[in-house]
């Protein structure tokens, strides 16, 4: 077999139909097809897991043990296989410590900088703070002009009350015959105390005094040693000048004298929030705590102390109800406001001491009272109620900075780590290009400088330069981590390696794609093969070996429909990718677009200016479909996810979500609810499906309890369930599959021998509808379903709707664990499409195309629009230029990402974009609208 393919022969694994294909190696290959087609299931399922296999196999049974075993995917034979590495499609660490700087390793090296190359400076006061060994310091007294006279003294005592007897004492004994005390020479045989102990004093030992003189370096370098050790490493040299005696003060060790602090010796671990010898002590460097928060205890501060404007003091019980409105009766009398009145119209101080109490009165104040009984109570009940007002504030001690104070004093031209730390990327990138120090620490900062440029590089090649390095892991999309992880491994410089990738363009925008394409083809140029899954267009039209599957999604996919280069599968006439790709097939603009009532029939959001939102006033107009755009990094996800849904879910839901910051939110009485429609998953455990989700499941049992035999039974709908006692395999709990454990292996997932995978005891598979039981519906596609229900109405407008939003491939009882973010969010859009609608909702999408291929798209706006013709408002945060070519109105945002975004570019229809020169978006929209008009009809 030729050693430049990849040849897979016999691949079967989940529904591959003996796929036989040789992928060329050292090239970027592109695989796509339908959603559901087996993309994944040929390229990670198979290619991947093979290869991960292999490597792990041929270690040792020790080190086999530490490592995530995998099984052998069904297929034949696959060789010319290199070391496999996945860059797989998921979200960030959800661990709190875990940031974009520790996550690619530039943390590490930034310790090491301020470590090594770092000015400590003195916390308290900001003086600079140096370590002077004793030749330096007698170097740097030797300077001073010839006869000059010194005195070389050691501070023993520095602004301390007391008539410090012992260290007097100390003197005479080790033979000292001169002090100063508070700056005036005297005899110490003739002192036994200082008088007045009330006061604070200066204490200092006489070591030497001489004259400058070329011959007296040795004398003084003895007073100085001297010196060090009486005071544990500071010295005094008082000079003669003509005002009388100036005072230098040198120290060995890091410590500010005048402020009585020191430091330890500035080492890596002093910068890292993970140890204890960096973190702040008092929120172990996580840089927050959970507080009762003041907006959750009064959401509303239009309400009145009357009307319960004290949410947190409500629904207590009549008893505690009782007590409270005393309480507030109390305050409003003593503090002179109206208990009718608007809490936002209490003076400050008056809120001040409601929240926070007054302490020369017997007010104790909401938030200390909430706060003792939450330390005091044993009532698991109370203490959960109290938790439902706290949020995560900023630290009190270090204001979110997760570093002990000595760390955050320690600076490099100018800056501490937490302040570089909150740079984005591409400003990082620009400090370290321009970091110049003085010489013996730029040769220690020279390493550091070029891996933190490399790899601050790489991340602003794959398109995050947007991001600040002390954003959390865990509130990163899928394709952020993915791009971080793949910056990681461009700069890992591995060869000969097979790299897998997973849709590395999900949430970027067209003008970075370029940027991603030279980061992908750069890893291929260096001697790697490089598969990608993908969708995209642009990545498609780059590759090197185009490989389509199909025809169609899930048992009606998995064969191999064309490959090769580009033209070769658009000169294919099965491919519908190739058709897309030739403009043969395309999804046209609509012909007209809905009229936007942006004055009237709107919700508009005023001042928002959470994140990098710069003080954003927008208005979202009513019944149509809008898109929201601009670069990665802009402000969409803030505007929309965090600031308009969750305020819409405050109000109209009464959630406790604390919105992002805004001053107003408009136009709330022309909608009734709010959904949003996100990619996570739509079950936690591999009991949800797509058919429990949604509702249809419910439908099938009821169907099933009606039979004639079902009914002779006494079989209720409870009996058809697999999560319940009664109709379930107990062998199994319903789960079809026994899961072994295995020491070193992988853990191994067995057919249950009683109910061979088919979760349900014998008697209860013994009832029938039209001769299938119900493992065997279980186990039908959606699109079978569909036929196979089409008399029962309930039943069938339910997977119909499931079908229309592109899964027909995927199976009714199929685990949601198994679902892609994509496929989740379908599912859950289905679900809502199947709802009653009232005309009155918002639906807002967050990048819904994930996952999904040109014919997919154009099944999704057909959904997208249909809940539009009902009268509601959907709203998508998108890229993809076939959503928002469709879209009534775009708000666009950018201009560029992280601290240049948060502004509202443009407004209007996709037309209306295309003429403003400042969009990103109108440029490449505009490619896209005349594209479009040149394809035949």
């Avoid at 087996?38 to 270690?59: C, H, N, P």
């Avoid at 249950?752 to 039981?773: A, D, F, P, S, V």
Wanted: neutral net charge; hydrophobic residues 35%; charged residues 25%.
């Amino acid at each position: 077999m030729n050693e430049n393919f990849i040849h897979v022969s016999g691949a079967r694994e989940h529904n591959l139909k003996n796929v036989e294909i040789s992928i060329p190696r050292n090239t970027l290959t592109v695989i796509t097809g339908l959603s559901g087609s087996g993309k994944s299931s040929l390229a990670f399922d198979t290619i991947y897991v093979e290869g991960q296999r292999r490597y792990v196999e041929s270690l040792s049974a020790y080190a086999r043990q530490f490592l995530e075993m995998m099984q052998k995917p069904d297929v034949e034979q696959i060789t010319g296989l290199p070391p496999t590495i996945a860059i797989e499609q998921r979200k960030g660490s959800s661990n709190p410590r875990s940031t974009v700087a520790t996550t690619t390793e530039i943390y590490d090296y930034l310790r090491l900088l301020y470590a090594r190359a770092g000015e400590p400076h003195c916390w308290k006061c900001g003086k600079r703070i140096a370590r002077q060994t004793p030749q330096q310091i007698v170097d740097q007294v030797m300077q001073l002009p010839e006869d000059k006279r010194v005195i070389i003294l050691s501070p023993l005592v520095r602004g301390r009350k007391g008539n410090h007897k012992d260290v007097l004492l100390m003197l005479k004994r080790e033979g000292f015959v001169r002090v100063r005390i508070d700056g005036e020479m005297q005899e110490a045989r003739e002192l036994k105390e200082i008088p007045d102990k009330q006061k604070k004093h200066n204490l200092d030992a006489v070591i030497d005094r001489l004259v400058i003189k070329p011959n007296s370096q040795g004398r003084l370098a003895e007073a100085v040693e001297i010196a060090l050790r009486l005071s544990g490493g500071l010295v005094l040299v008082s000079v003669e000048e003509d005002k009388g005696w100036v005072d230098s003060i040198y120290s060995e060790n890091f410590a500010c004298v005048d402020c009585n602090v020191s430091f330890e010796a500035l080492e890596p671990r002093m910068f890292s929030f993970n140890s204890p010898y960096g973190a702040c002590g008092a929120c172990d460097g996580l840089g927050n705590k959970m507080e009762l928060d003041p907006d959750l205890i009064i959401p509303d501060p239009k309400m009145s102390l009357t009307d319960g404007a004290i949410n947190a003091w409500r629904g207590g019980g009549k008893r505690m109800g009782m007590h409270y409105g005393r309480l507030t009766r109390e305050f409003a009398r003593d503090y002179g406001v109206s208990m009718t009145a608007p809490v936002e119209t209490f003076p400050k101080k008056v809120m001040n001491i409601l929240l926070y109490g007054d302490p020369s009165d017997a007010f104790e104040g909401v938030i200390p009272n909430l706060e003792r009984r939450f330390r005091e109570s044993d009532s698991e009940y109370v203490k959960h109620r109290i938790h439902e007002y706290m949020s995560m504030q900023p630290c009190p001690e270090c204001k979110g900075a997760r570093l002990r104070p000595e760390a955050l004093s320690v600076l490099v031209c100018g800056i501490n780590i937490r302040e570089f730390t909150s740079y984005t990327v591409d400003r990082a990138l620009e400090f370290m290009q321009n970091l110049k120090l003085d010489n013996e620490r730029d040769a220690i900062a020279e390493p550091i400088r070029k891996e933190s440029l490399k790899r601050l590089g790489f991340m602003a090649d794959v398109g995050l330069g947007y991001l600040t390095l002390d954003r959390m892991s865990g509130t990163l999309s899928g394709g952020e981590a993915q791009r971080i992880r793949l910056a990681s491994q461009v700069g890992s410089g591995l060869v000969g390696v097979c790299y897998v990738l997973d849709e590395p363009t999900i949430g970027l925008h067209q003008r970075d794609n370029d940027r991603l394409l030279n980061t992908l083809v750069k890893m291929r140029d260096i001697g790697n093969t490089v598969i990608v899954v993908e969708h995209d267009e642009d990545v498609m039209r780059a590759a090197d070996f185009l490989v389509d599957l199909g025809p169609g999604a899930g048992v009606g996919g998995g064969e191999i429909i064309a490959q090769g280069t580009v033209a070769e599968v658009m000169a294919n006439k099965n491919s519908l990718t190739g058709a897309y790709l030739s403009g043969e097939e395309f999804i046209p603009v609509p012909e007209s677009r809905r009229p936007t009532a942006i004055r009237s029939k709107c919700v508009r959001l005023e001042g928002a200016s959470e994140n990098n939102l710069k003080n954003v006033n927008v208005s979202f107009p009513l019944g149509t479909l809008t898109c929201i755009t601009g670069v990665s990094g802009s402000g969409k996800s803030t505007l929309i996810t965090e600031t308009l849904y969750k305020a819409l879910m405050k109000t109209l839901h009464r959630s406790k979500d604390k919105p992002g910051k805004f001053k107003k939110l408009r136009g709330l009485d022309q909608i009734d609810k709010v959904i949003e429609i996100d990619q996570s998953p739509i079950g936690k455990t591999p009991r949800s499906n797509p058919a429990t989700y949604t509702g249809v499941f419910d439908e099938i049992r009821k169907l099933f309890a009606k039979s004639e035999e079902a009914k002779i039974r006494g079989y209720t709908p409870g009996r058809f369930s697999f999560n319940v006692k009664g109709g379930r395999c107990e062998h199994c709990q319903g789960a079809g599959v026994m899961r072994i454990e295995m020491h070193f292996l992988p853990d191994v997932f067995v057919t249950c021998e009683q109910c061979r995978g088919k979760r349900y005891n014998r008697e209860t598979l013994e009832i029938r509808y039209k001769g299938k039981h119900i493992s065997e519906v279980l186990d039908m596609s959606i699109g079978e379903a569909c036929h196979f229900f089409r008399n029962i109405p309930p039943l069938r407008d339910g997977l119909i709707t499931l079908a229309d939003v592109g899964l027909s491939y995927v199976a009714l009882g199929q685990s949601s664990t198994t679902l892609s973010g994509g496929e989740a969010q379908r599912v859950k859009l289905a679900s809502e499409l199947s709802k009653k609608a009232t005309g009155k909702t918002m639906y807002i999408l967050d990048e819904p195309t994930t996952g999904l291929h040109f014919g997919d798209i154009r099944k999704l706006l057909d959904v997208l629009q249909r809940l539009v013709n009902l009268g509601n408002t959907v709203i998508v945060i998108e890229h993809n230029l076939d959503v928002i070519k469709t879209a009534d109105y775009i708000i666009d945002l950018g201009p560029e990402g992280g601290e240049a975004g948060g502004r509202i570019v443009a407004t209007g229809t996709p037309e209306e974009i295309v003429a403003c020169p400042e969009s990103h978006t109108g440029r490449y929209l505009a490619k896209a609208l005349v594209h479009n008009s040149e394809k035949p009809t």
